[in-house]
């Protein structure tokens, strides 16, 4: 039997499958509370400053500074104001310098070493070198390590998407997908929440780091993708990843035998996956058109959510319902793409045209403008709600669009 007929036996969201995804879904708190870091260690808070334009060393701000909020940052540790205030924005880059590098690297790897490997490996990096900023001595040390956590959170928390496709069936793809980036959703507002109580900077990165060793400690129980077995053309080992599954899914008699991949990967063959993405016209077009649309769902994305930090009004309440208003878009996700009249293309379409208008409408309206539905805040709100859907979607479409070994 081929793959899919083996988890159409196994049993695609068994028991067993729902627990390792359920797993893998919840490492997005983690992935959420790196991600969204700098917002709060990074803030700005007001401040009363007793100097003369031209004094603007370090040690004069030391001198004549006044902060006057209840919390702490690096921006009130390092004194990181007037000339050097660009240092927080540049920390925030350095992470998502880190963010691009990593999925280029850590995909390639897990192509060609298996996915359980690289995602431990990349965990465990994760780890230290949150630590590693939380206890920084200096800027410098600190934006260095935001570098390699973005390398190292943004390589493994892929690996761990593919990872929660990999372990179920096709049919149930979608879900999986969407469940993903819901609990990434509720990972900021959960941050927001540690923020609020915790205002002291180094102990907010300390605890906010620290849930990274208990998934790395349970994630050794985690098997290896059969797809990416198989795909390889370890038969053998994709049965008894199957198998396992299998019993854990209460089938306690089943027999999985496989027959041979025809498109098995080779050992000197391990770049085939990129090769794939230029060498075939379809796969060509298709990878020009959804790199386009991943760069516009991330910079909205992000653009809005670091931006939460910014608007008016209480810091902690506004990083929250950054985070929650993503909540009802995956419920209208999984309504949509499963429409016969809407499916993936066309919902994709849509939010990002609804996302498209929000934004622009913002740049209208006065900031001080009243009412509930079109002030600009709301607005921006609205943004991210419909940008969120048009990118979980994205995550979804790009899985099924491509096959295992490029995925």
Not at 79 to 93: D, F, H, P, T
Not at 97 to 119: C, E, M, T, W
Not at 152 to 175: C, D, H, I, P, R
Not at 270 to 288: C, D, E, M, N, Q
């Amino acid at each position: 039997m081929d793959l899919d007929e083996a988890f159409g036996l196994v049993g695609e969201f068994g028991p067993r499958q729902k627990r390792l995804t359920a797993f893998l879904v919840l490492l997005q708190v983690f992935v959420a509370f790196q991600s969204m870091l700098i917002v709060l260690v990074g803030a700005v808070p007001e401040y009363h400053l007793d100097l003369e334009e031209s004094q603007t060393s370090r040690e004069a701000l030391a001198k004549h500074v006044r902060f006057t909020s209840n919390f702490t940052s690096i921006a009130t540790e390092w004194y990181l104001i007037r000339n050097e205030a660009y240092k927080v924005n540049l920390a925030a880059s350095l992470y998502f310098a880190g963010l691009l590098i990593g999925n280029i690297l850590f995909g390639q790897l897990s192509d060609k070493l298996g996915r359980k490997p690289v995602y431990l490996t990349g965990l465990f990096l994760d780890v230290i070198f949150g630590y590693v900023s939380a206890f920084a001595p200096n800027y410098d040390i600190f934006a260095m390590s935001r570098f390699f956590v973005g390398i190292t959170n943004g390589g493994m928390s892929l690996v761990s998407f593919v990872l929660t496709q990999e372990y179920v069936g096709k049919s149930f793809w979608a879900l999986t997908g969407s469940l993903t980036n819901l609990t990434f959703a509720v990972g900021i507002a959960i941050y927001a929440l540690l923020g609020y109580y915790i205002r002291e900077w180094r102990f907010l990165a300390f605890v906010s780091n620290s849930p990274g060793l208990f998934f790395l400690l349970l994630s050794f129980m985690l098997p290896e993708s059969p797809r990416w077995l198989y795909s390889q053309g370890k038969t053998t080992e994709a049965e008894n990843v199957l198998q396992y599954i299998a019993l854990g899914n209460g089938k306690e008699r089943l027999s999985v035998k496989l027959k041979q991949c025809t498109g098995a990967v080779k050992k000197d063959d391990s770049a085939s996956g990129v090769r794939s993405l230029i060498k075939h016209p379809v796969l060509r077009w298709r990878t020009v058109i959804l790199m386009y649309i991943w760069y516009v769902c991330s910079l909205v994305y992000y653009g809005l959510t670091l931006n939460a930090g910014e608007l008016g009004g209480n810091l902690y309440l506004n990083v929250a319902l950054s985070g929650l208003v993503e909540v009802p878009a995956f419920p209208l996700c999984m309504f949509f793409i499963e429409k016969s009249w809407s499916g993936r293309r066309k919902s994709t379409t849509a939010f990002l045209i609804f996302s498209g208008l929000a934004c622009i409408f913002t740049m209208f309206l006065p900031e001080n403008r009243g009412g509930f539905l079109f002030s600009p805040n709301i607005l921006a709100l609205y943004g991210k709600l419909t940008v969120s859907a048009a990118f979980n979607i994205v995550y979804i479409y790009t899985s099924e669009l491509y096959p295992t070994v490029v995925r």
